[in-house]
């Protein structure tokens, strides 16, 4: 009898990893134990579910995603991934309406899990479970390792299952099924990387980064492997928003830019670094193969700007514009290659200590007809500062999450970098062409601190002339050393 998850041979299909898969297959090697490179998050359904129909969904969406259905193995010339055919699905359907808190039983459930170490030798490396929060509100949670898929890809499977558990409430059929071969990915990206744009790209970060400025942190400790991480979330009102969107369109940008720049400047007040790099993460897809099959493509670029101390946001902006536009003309050039190329990756040296990471994947999704709200749990690896800025366009206004390695900063640390930056925020939207250095980050209690806590050290002096304390000082110490001279001294 055959054990779901394998296959007979003549059934199956070797594939090498890509590049991006081999980054994540290594240091999971390194570090066999670190769930960090669990994602997760919980998508929020604004109505009844049918459990058993949406179990059917995900059947038939796991059986049509061939990055779900992988199963790795250690060949004498390396990791091979193996496609075989679908696994058995498990969806535990978990009641947690009667709780006081209903979301937050939830994800306590879904931390614990997301916590938990993967072996990469064991599929299947995805987890499902169905939450019941109340008649017309539920939470489907699903877990992957970074290895098997990335967020683009993710919100393809998220379609997709939207669409079969539709299908199957309104009784019709289920359109075919959109996703290109993982072969057809795998084979794109061997195809890049003996290719002359690839060689092309690698000159490009090359020429870029030769003379890169030394790693910028906000930590004042030394880097340290990251095994969980702190997050810090808050939104910027509604208003404010629309401000800032404002101010991107007369800068000829957008939210990327804005918020790019609007970092890069937040660092400069907070270091005085002028040369600095900001990671930037993309889908690292082009062509219609890799913008239409679940997979792990996605990469980090570094973004090198210039700041200089008159300078304003909207200045900033359009060199970021250019940076943008110019990286991503060689994205696909993976960051691991490039810290291979500069000799970085003996010590563990980084590129770049902040992130910034714009998520703007069409998460309009309707389960039969009901909407839906996505709450992330773990974007993945960190190893300094990440900032997340999700444009869902909802309306309480827009989330940006503070996410940071817990061996450089602690909570409260973490905690006061969030809200400075929002006090940052609202002072350059309010004002963008005010040169940066004329924009405060300390708020009142701190300047106060600054100016008059610390500089408190006024204290009473006896009324007395200079000779009358040194008579003093002689009644209390008469025999005290007071003068040398060469070899001489005098009490």
Same mark, same amino acid.
């Given at each position: 009898?055959?054990?779901?998850? #394998? ?10 990893? =890509? ?40 059947? +038939? ?17 390396? !990791?091979?991934?193996? *496609?075989?055919?679908? !696994?058995?699905? =498990? ?9 006081? /808190? ?53 919100? $393809? ?46 000159? %490009? ?60 400047? %937040? ?8 040369? $600095? ?14 913008? =239409?099959? !679940? ?28 940076? *943008? ?31 910034? &990471? ?11 007809? &009901? ?19 999700? @444009? ?8 940006? /999450?503070? @996410? ?6 602690? /909570? ?19 004002? !963008? ?39 003093? +000082? ?6 005290? #050393? ?7 001294? $005098?009490?």
């Amino acid at each position: 009898m055959e054990t779901p998850g #394998t296959c007979m041979p003549e059934r199956e299909t070797s594939l090498a990893l =890509s590049a991006a898969q081999l980054g994540f297959w290594f240091a999971q090697k390194l570090d066999a134990t670190n769930p960090i490179y669990n994602e997760a998050h919980s998508i929020e359904i604004h109505g009844p579910v049918d459990a058993n129909l949406f179990k059917m969904a995900l059947v +038939q969406a796991v059986g049509e995603t061939e990055a779900y259905r992988v199963r790795f193995v250690e060949e004498i010339d390396g !990791p091979r991934q193996i *496609i075989d055919p679908p !696994p058995n699905v =498990s969806v535990p359907l978990l009641d947690v309406s009667a709780e006081p /808190d209903p979301q937050a039983a939830a994800e306590s459930w879904m931390k614990a899990d997301l916590a938990k170490p993967v072996d990469l030798m064991c599929s299947p490396l995805f987890s499902f479970a169905l939450f019941k929060a109340g008649p017309a509100r539920f939470f489907w949670y699903e877990r992957y390792h970074h290895i098997l898929v990335d967020g683009f890809g993710v919100a $393809l499977f998220d379609r997709r299952v939207a669409e079969i558990y539709t299908a199957l409430v309104n009784k019709v059929p289920a359109s075919t099924s959109p996703f290109s071969s993982l072969s057809l990915l795998v084979e794109e990206d061997r195809s890049y990387r003996t290719s002359e744009r690839f060689a092309r790209d690698r000159q %490009y970060w090359l020429e870029c980064l030769t003379d890169r400025p030394d790693t910028i942190s906000l930590s004042g400790k030394r880097p340290t492997d990251c095994r969980k991480f702190l997050r810090k979330t808050a939104y910027l009102p509604p208003a404010s928003v629309e401000a800032l969107r404002s101010i991107a369109r007369h800068a000829q940008g957008g939210l990327p830019q804005f918020m790019l720049a609007a970092t890069a400047l %937040y660092l400069h007040r907070l270091t005085s670094a002028r040369d $600095l790099v900001l990671g930037l993460p993309v889908t690292g897809r082009l062509g219609a193969v890799a913008r =239409s099959t !679940p997979g792990m493509l996605s990469n980090v670029l570094p973004l090198r700007l210039m700041v200089q101390p008159n300078a304003n946001l909207v200045e900033l902006m359009q060199q970021v514009t250019q940076q *943008i536009r110019r990286g991503l003309l060689h994205q696909r050039y993976r960051t691991e290659d490039l810290r291979r190329d500069l000799g970085l990756l003996a010590d563990g040296e980084r590129l770049f200590g902040t992130s910034v &990471n714009i998520i703007q994947y069409d998460y309009d999704l309707r389960f039969a007809g &009901n909407g839906i709200t996505v709450h992330n749990l773990s974007h993945g690896p960190l190893h300094d500062l990440s900032m997340a800025v999700y @444009d869902r366009r909802g309306t309480r206004g827009l989330r940006i /999450d503070f @996410d940071a390695n817990p061996g450089l900063y602690t /909570d409260e640390e973490i905690g006061d970098l969030h809200q400075r930056f929002f006090r940052f925020l609202e002072a350059i939207i309010g004002n !963008p062409a005010r040169p940066i250095s004329r924009v405060d980050v300390l708020v009142p209690k701190e300047r106060h601190q600054i100016l008059v806590d610390w500089n408190a050290t006024a204290c009473e002096v006896p009324p007395a002339t200079l000779p009358a304390l040194f008579e003093a +000082q002689v009644k209390r110490s008469p025999q005290a #050393t007071a003068l040398i001279f060469e070899e001489s001294a $005098l009490s």
